[in-house]
């Protein structure tokens, strides 16, 4: 009915359809209207088990110093790129920790086969690097819309898991599955990181921080791509950041803020901030630009240009 025709609006491919019928066919709730509903009930699930929230901490001291930090991507294609790199994980991890240094965050680690030749052994593979301290945290990027998938994260040592707040909203369930979700994210001992592409997805953060105040905060990617087109708009980060310390000024210093999507080199990167009078966003999520080069030279010369 409708939501079988909203998941095929949203989802152009048969893999992330299936997922999302699935989610709903396991989570059968009802949605309590309004954003305070939806806030409350996310409060009112997340556990009383206080999650590390290391990659938060780290991002939030890293923005007081005014420090540059990165999540550096091993993503090998997409439904709108290929990268035609064939280097290991092990390789590229290593090129990431070599070059990017004490600026690397994390590493985020594609697990989808089918459209972005991913897998749960590469992120295992990032996670026993010999290299990676615990300093750098390992996110496992995926459609997070059923458990197992959590403790598949949990079971290959991942520290942090996507959650793209969009699908969940698609779903029309978003109060409940995704109360589920980041309740069972934090049992499972993981850091969520969320997704947003808007700003009412981002006032939907705002006020379950503000209903859970035992919580350190959150690590919000905005996402520069539009998830149905592909298209990129490096404004939206500094659109969302300034909407952010506007609106919900009062939770603002709970929100650790990263830039996903369309960063090229540091004319990228001055780009987003540039018609913005909000504090500058310093995370960033690149991935396609660095997974471009063929060997380790020329990928850690591009690491190593996001940083000037």
């Not at 650790?256 to 090229?264: I, P, Y």
């Not at 001055?270 to 690149?286: C, D, F, M, Q, R």
Request: glycine fraction near 4%; charge should be neutral; proline fraction near 3%.
């Amino acid at each position: 009915g409708k939501r079988n025709g909203v998941v095929n609006r949203i989802c152009k491919h048969d893999l992330i359809r299936d997922l999302l019928s699935t989610a709903l066919h396991e989570q059968k709730t009802t949605t309590p209207s309004g954003l305070s509903a939806i806030a409350s009930n996310i409060a009112a699930a997340i556990t009383s088990k206080s999650p590390d929230c290391a990659l938060f901490k780290r991002l939030k001291a890293a923005e007081q110093k005014k420090d540059r930090q990165l999540i550096l991507e091993i993503k090998y294609k997409s439904p709108s790129m290929s990268t035609g790199n064939t280097c290991s994980p092990q390789e590229v991890a290593g090129d990431y920790i070599d070059a990017a240094g004490s600026h690397l965050a994390a590493i985020s680690v594609l697990a989808d086969e089918t459209f972005f030749a991913g897998s749960t052994e590469n992120v295992k593979k990032v996670v026993t690097h010999p290299a990676r301290t615990n300093q750098v945290s390992v996110l496992m990027k995926d459609f997070f819309l059923s458990y197992d998938r959590l403790r598949v994260a949990h079971s290959v040592g991942a520290t942090n898991i996507l959650i793209i707040i969009q699908l969940y909203q698609e779903m029309e369930v978003v109060s409940r599955s995704l109360v589920q979700m980041i309740n069972k994210t934090y049992e499972y001992g993981l850091e969520p990181v969320l997704e947003v592409v808007s700003e009412s997805e981002l006032d939907m953060v705002a006020e379950v921080l503000r209903a859970k105040t035992d919580m350190p905060g959150f690590v919000v990617g905005v996402n520069n791509r539009d998830l149905r087109t592909f298209k990129i708009d490096l404004h939206k980060t500094s659109k969302i950041q300034a909407y952010l310390e506007s609106k919900h000024s009062d939770i603002a210093d709970r929100v650790a803020l990263v830039s996903f999507s369309g960063v090229e080199s540091p004319k990228d990167i001055a780009e987003i901030n540039s018609k913005s009078g909000a504090s500058p966003v310093n995370t960033l999520l690149v991935g396609g630009s660095v997974m471009k080069p063929s060997n380790s030279e020329d990928r850690k010369k591009v690491v190593k240009s996001l940083l000037e």
